[in-house]
């Protein structure tokens, strides 16, 4: 096999290399941009947890001064 052959082989094999590490880099970008989106969509049903539970303590601390109240008016 003359030489200039096996260095067009060469050059063939390197740019199938590297468009196939391409390809791969950009599945990997596209993966962590899903993994961020991931991460966003939880930290904002963590936050709306929260409030929830703010909110569900805020009627509990009602609840009972209505039920002190309720209490007081009894006696």
Avoid: A, F, H, S
């Amino acid at each position: 096999m003359p030489i200039p052959n096996v260095i067009e082989e060469l050059q063939e094999r390197m740019k199938r290399d590297l468009e196939q590490m391409e390809e791969e880099m950009e599945q990997m970008e596209e993966e962590m941009e899903q993994m961020e989106e991931k991460m966003e969509q939880m930290e904002e049903r963590m936050e709306q947890m929260e409030e929830e539970k703010e909110q569900k303590g805020e009627e509990m601390e009602q609840m009972e001064e209505k039920m002190e109240q309720m209490k007081e008016e009894m006696e």
